[in-house]
């Protein structure tokens, strides 16, 4: 078993297959179909899947073609990266996959044209052959300038030694201009011949043009002579990935669309090219200088005769490059130059000599005398085993400042050496921005752009445009020659040189900044003081004035203001004794301020007061929404009108609150307040003792309240009547009623509130009803009003009747009360053990704002009563029905469950629906006085009709009160969302 699985495994490694090529693509990849079958473990035999974009070796791309075989090998590891010279670390689990495939031949026997013996025909008329200048996908297309000797036979050959076309009909000709006399000769190697005459009187400049067959000498004066050629051009393919091929591949391209195509290994080649470069790095190099563009190539270590560490044999190949230059001031500004670099292309780090030439190629001036300078240096290149050749091209930054865009087109003429390498493009893992360079020779090249119109031909003997040079004879005479030995310093920075009569240059005897200031002036004038009408010198008392007047020197701040001020304004102004008026910072009240001749006040603000003795307020208003411990705590002492106004209510109160230090500092934290209701009532007051902390309200007792608050001195304890409050007010409309507010004694002390009211007073028995109000304080580790107490309500005849009790402090809890019959006057009374309760009854229509404390209703109804007979029979007690509290319950659309408790039985009956598919869920919880006494789980049956079919299911009633439905089956979530679910059971207690 272990061998099989070994066997099976190795099956999955693939090294070498034998391919049919079912497409070729442009970007050098193939689509091929592996020869070799597979057979499955039940002997069924087919194909392998078709191998899509398998690269193709550079050397066979122009060979290989669809319906060959070729022959695939498979990488070690994943190439998906590293195939593009990219160093990448590959997935651990990929090892010789299908997806790493390597066409790396064909096996039909065409191969590649063997150097030396293979060749290929040329076109029949290689006159019209012309070189071609389409654009490779995957590379650069590069001209070729071939040489030409005579063979025998039309035929393009390749040999070791190079590269030979045959003569027909091109003669391999060479062109020399020389110049006899006046006469300007183009003279071919085969002997053709062409001159023209050159007039002396003429400054007449040349131009050779070549338009096919034919090379044109035209001059400046209009002559022109032209001999004839041959134009055939050859261009060299198989560029990709930007490295040359191992085989460049030439080829001739004829004007009938015909070509002849030879792959040469070694020959003699001056392609022309694009080098790669990048544009606007704007790098600061060398003194004051930004570099604008960058060059690099790239030289093996077999770029020339010898090899290993002797160099004598290393050969310099000239290289020129041409930069067109295109520089952007502005929106509408251009110039345009040319940058010529001429240096060689060698492989060892040998310094080579190189020289730059930069030209305006517009006729603007502008420009034209910038500084270009161009840096040059190599790196040893130790993985590719050859020479990175880095060029700078640089402009000086004072240009650079005014530039706003660059253009640039490079073309570089290269050479191969005589055993065939080439100069590259840099490979990516030189970084050339690194390579240390240096300045070379750069020169601006004079033209008629960049320099004046003087002649640049001929000799000083002919200066036909000569400038005009001014008649100076004569006036040499009227002058003396300045003499002074050469080398020999005279005068220094501190002595100036004069020149003396006899025409020596002579230092001054006075040294500048020292026994002579720097800007002395030699004069005997004398000085008289200065007068109001004449300039002169100042006198003692002209300077002890100035001192005077300098000491007493000041500015105004309010200039534009004093500016403004009328004589008459002044001469008030000067009456005015300043000891009558205060700054307005600071100073001392020496008498009284009458506000009443002119019926004016004095405005203090309610802040809280800056200093401990600030001024309080007095019989200001105070317009808010807010109550008086939240409010009065922010404000000064304060005596005047205090309105309260919120949606739902509205108050007028007469106020006097004192606050500790009126307010300042720690003021707010200590005062009190005594108040009476605008419209009559009883004067209330309270004391802030803390921080958010007031005692509660209570009542001033006077000669007119004593009586309601304290016993007469004849009262006893046998009864107390008319211990209730009034309740009034009613007209017809049911409303909330405000019946005061409850200061307890905090934590578990009572209060309870008895209301006597109903619907009207027509004498009638069920006009009456009655409800107690509950409140308990709240136990709580911080006092806050949340949980500050708990509401239980008790309604007799009045199930309609609310009651919202709203803390406003952990211990205070104003009462409201919802009365909803339309005649609902009545009386109420407060008993229990609580520290203060104050009356301060109003009504309304709205509910009152605030956050109520939790309440909960119960409803009672007293059904025993005695009968006018002989004996006397007992009705069982029995509650309405009421809601099961919703205690626990599960998520819910609707829910009507509901409770009766009759005598010792209860009765509970509802309906469900859930929100969600829920197991088991819960329907709400029973009051705890309403449980069986066994504390027993109890289990009833209700019915469901689903689909038709009645299904019994479970109805628990828990110990602790929780109503749960159960479901009757494995099936999860089976009682289902939005289904009804109805069910009634009873039991007993007690």
């Known amino acids: 078993m272990i061998k099989e699985m070994i066997r099976q495994q190795l099956l999955t490694l693939h090294t070498c297959l034998v391919c049919k090529v079912l497409e070729l693509y ?205 134009d055939t051009k050859y261009w060299l393919g198989g560029y990709y990935n930007r490295v040359l091929t191992d085989g460049p591949t030439f080829v001739l391209d004829d004007s009938n669309g015909g070509s002849s195509i030879a792959h040469v290994p070694n020959t003699f080649t001056s392609p022309k090219t694009n080098i790669q470069f990048a544009i606007g790095r704007y790098e600061n190099i060398g003194d004051g200088y930004k570099v604008i563009l960058d060059l690099a190539f790239f030289a093996p270590n077999s770029f020339g005769y010898g090899m290993g560490t002797d160099i004598s044999g290393y050969r310099d190949y000239p290289v020129i490059i041409n930069s067109y230059i295109t520089l952007h001031f502005g929106e509408s500004s251009t110039k345009r130059f040319l940058v010529r670099i001429i240096t060689s292309a060698r492989s060892d780090m040998a310094i080579v000599p190189a020289r730059a030439i930069v030209r305006q190629l517009d006729s603007a001036s502008a420009y034209s005398n910038a500084k270009w300078q161009v840096f040059l240096g190599h790196t040893d290149d130790t993985v590719r085993k050859g020479l990175v050749t880095a060029i700078r091209i640089c402009l000086n930054n004072g240009t650079c400042s005014d530039v706003t865009g660059i253009e640039a087109k490079t073309f570089t003429y290269l050479a191969t050496s005589i055993i065939g390498d080439w100069i590259e493009r840099p490979r990516v893992e030189i970084n050339t921005y690194d390579i240390t360079t240096t300045e070379i ?27 005009t040079i001014p008649d100076i004879s004569g006036k040499q005479d009227k002058f003396t020659a300045v003499t002074h030995n050469a080398n020999t310093a005279v005068g220094s920075a501190t002595k100036p040189v004069y020149v003396a009569a006899n025409g020596v240059a002579t230092p001054i005897s006075h040294s500048v900044n ?35 007047n300098t000491l007493a020197r000041h500015t105004h701040s309010n200039k534009a203001t004093l ?201 009638n028995a069920s006009q009456n009803s009655w409800f107690e109000i509950h409140i308990k304080d709240g136990w709580q580790s911080t006092q806050s009003t949340t949980k500050a107490c708990g509401v239980t309500v008790y309604r007799t005849h009045c199930d ?75 009705v069982l007690a029995e509650t309405a029905w009421t809601d099961v509290p919703e205690t626990n319950i599960s998520p819910r659309y609707g829910k009507n469950i509901k409770y009766l408790k009759s005598g010792n039985t209860v009765y509970v009956r509802g309906s469900i629906s859930f929100s969600a598919s829920l197991n088991n869920p819960c329907c709400g919880t ?19 009709l689903l689909g038709g079919v009645p299904t019994a299911y479970p109805v628990v009633l828990a110990k602790d009160g929780k109503i749960t439905l159960m479901n009757p089956t494995s099936t999860a979530q089976w009682f289902e969302a939005g289904r009804a679910y109805n069910f009634n059971f009873n039991y007993h207690i007690g």
Not at 515 to 525: E, G, I, L, M, Q
Request: hydrophobic share 30%; charged share 20%.
């Open 26 to 230: 442009s970007d050098g990849t193939a689509k091929v179909q592996p020869c070799t079958m597979m057979q499955t473990a039940k002997g069924t035999v087919k194909q392998h899947v078709a191998l899509d974009g398998v690269p193709i070796l550079d050397q066979i791309r122009s060979t290989i073609s669809v319906g060959k075989a070729c022959v695939v090998v498979f990488a070690e590891r994943d190439i998906s990266a590293v195939r593009y010279a990219e160093f990448a670390l590959p997935s651990a689990s990929r090892h010789h996959s299908l997806s790493d495939g390597i066409i790396i031949g064909t096996i039909d026997g065409s191969g590649t044209v063997i150097p030396g013996e293979s060749s290929a025909p040329l076109p029949s008329e290689t006159a019209t052959a012309k070189t071609s200048t389409n654009k490779k996908t995957n590379g650069t297309e590069v001209q070729v300038d071939v040489k030409v000797s005579r063979q025998s036979g039309n035929k393009l050959q390749a040999k070791s030694d190079g590269l030979f076309v045959a003569e027909s009909p091109d003669t391999n000709t060479t062109y020399n201009i020389s110049k006899d006399g006046s006469t300007l000769k183009l003279i071919g190697s085969d002997g053709s011949e062409s001159s023209v005459a050159i007039p002396e009187s003429k400054n007449t400049k040349y131009k050779l043009t070549k338009n096919g067959n034919t090379i044109t000498l035209t001059g400046s004066d209009g002559t022109s002579s032209n001999v004839l050629d041959s």
């Open 563 to 763: 500016d403004k001020l009328t004589d008459a304004q002044l001469t008030k102004l000067d009456g005015i004794d300043p000891d009558l008026y205060l700054p307005k910072a600071g100073g001392v009240m020496t008498g009284d301020i009458d506000m009443k001749a002119n019926k004016r006040d004095i405005l203090v603000g309610t802040h809280k007061a800056n200093t401990s003795s600030g001024t309080p307020i007095a019989c200001g208003t105070i317009d808010t929404d807010k109550k008086f411990d939240e409010m009065l705590p922010t404000m000064r002492s304060y005596i005047g009108t205090y309105h309260y106004k919120t949606s739902s209510a509205e108050a007028w109160y007469d106020m006097i609150s004192v606050r500790h230090r009126n307010g300042h500092s720690d003021g707010s934290n200590w005062g009190m307040y005594i108040y009476a209701k605008l419209f009559g009532g009883n004067l209330q007051w309270n004391l802030n003792t803390n921080k958010n902390t007031w005692q509660g309200e209570r009542t001033l007792l006077d000669s007119v309240n004593y009586t309601s608050y304290a016993a007469k001195s004849s009262h006893t304890h046998e009864m107390i009547v008319n211990n209730s409050k009034l309740i009034a007010g009613s007209n017809n409309a049911a409303q909330w009623c405000r019946l005061g507010t409850l200061t307890s004694f905090e934590n578990f002390s009572t209060a309870v509130i008895s209301v006597w009211s109903g619907d009207g007073a027509n004498g």
């Open 441 to 467: 020779d750069t020169i601006l090249e004079l033209s008629s752009q960049n320099a004046p119109d003087v002649a640049f031909t001929g000799d000083y003997n002919d200066l036909s445009n000569k400038p």
């Open 514 to 548: 020292a026994d002579v200031p720097a800007n002395a002036k030699f004069t005997d004038t004398t000085y008289s003081n200065a007068t109001t009408s004449k300039p002169g010198l100042m006198s003692a008392t002209d300077k002890t004035n100035l001192n005077a």
């Open 926 to 944: 029973m009051p705890s006085d309403l449980l069986p006494d066994d504390y027993q789980d109890h289990v009833f049956t209700a019915w469901n």
């Open 800 to 874: 309609k009747v609310k009651v919202k009790v709203i803390p406003t402090a952990h211990n205070t809890f104003t009462v409201w009360v919802y009365l909803p019959w339309a005649y609902w006057n009545g009386n109420y009374a407060v008993n229990g053990r609580y520290k203060t309760w104050t009356t301060d009854f109003t009504h309304q229509t709205a509910e009152p704002e605030g956050t109520g404390a939790d309440t909960a209703y119960y409803d009672q109804a007293f059904l025993t009563s005695t009968v006018a007979k002989a004996t006397e029979a007992t």
